[in-house]
Structures are given as structure tokens and as C-alpha cells.
């Protein structure tokens, strides 16, 4: 896992990240990606929203309690990393990246 400015964390839990991604293709069936911020645009102040895509890139519809619960179950993860940029846990490979970076030193 790498900061935003390129320096090291403590290594990923690969096995809670795991467990993360059965737990939300469990609760949303059909996901393969979620983004998540701290901006939910239906709300004037810092919430955590997620939103959710097949493997196609088809967005999902959440509600707002599945998409609040998803995101704050990733940021639950990786407590630490800069949340004003958007990144995407990727369930198939149960990795987090920021563009075409990976957040946790691309495994």
C-alpha cells in the first residue's frame, strides 16, 4: 500500500480485502467494481457514497443505504489513504486503485 506522495504503508490485509469483496458481491449481486468518494452529489455535506458497475461498466442502481454501507465498508479497509480522489475496489482481484494506479502497489 503506498501514500499519496509514494510512501510505503504497512502491508495490505489481502485476506480482509478478500473477505470484503465476497461480502459485497454478496450484498449487491452483479458488481464487479466499486467507486467510492466522500461526496454523495444528493447531499450537501461529506457522506461516504459508493457507486457500483458490472463487468460490462453498467452502473448498478444502489440505494442510498446499500451505497452508504458499501463505501463505508471499503474506507473501513483502508482507513489511512486520501479519500478526496475517487478509487475503485475492483472485487474480482480485491484491490483498490486510483486511475491506473493501484493502491495497494497494484497486486
Known amino acids: 500500500m503506498h501514500t499519496a506522495d509514494g ?19 454478496d450484498m ?28 460490462a461498466g453498467c452502473t448498478i442502481d444502489l440505494n442510498r443505504i446499500t451505497a452508504r454501507v458499501a463505501a463505508r ?12 480522489r475517487a478509487p475503485t475496489f475492483d472485487l474480482a482481484t480485491a484491490t483498490l486503485t486510483r486511475g491506473d494506479r493501484a493502491a495497494d502497489g497494484g497486486r
Open 7 to 25: 510512501g510505503s504503508l504497512a502491508c495490505p490485509d489481502t485476506a480482509r480485502q478478500q473477505r470484503l469483496a465476497a461480502q459485497l458481491a
Open 73 to 84: 465498508w471499503i474506507l473501513r479497509v483502508w482507513p489511512i489513504l486520501d479519500w478526496n
Open 28 to 55: 449487491i449481486p452483479g458488481v464487479a467494481t466499486i467507486r467510492v468518494s466522500l461526496i454523495d452529489p444528493r447531499q450537501s455535506w461529506p457522506h461516504p457514497h459508493a457507486i457500483a458497475k458490472d463487468a
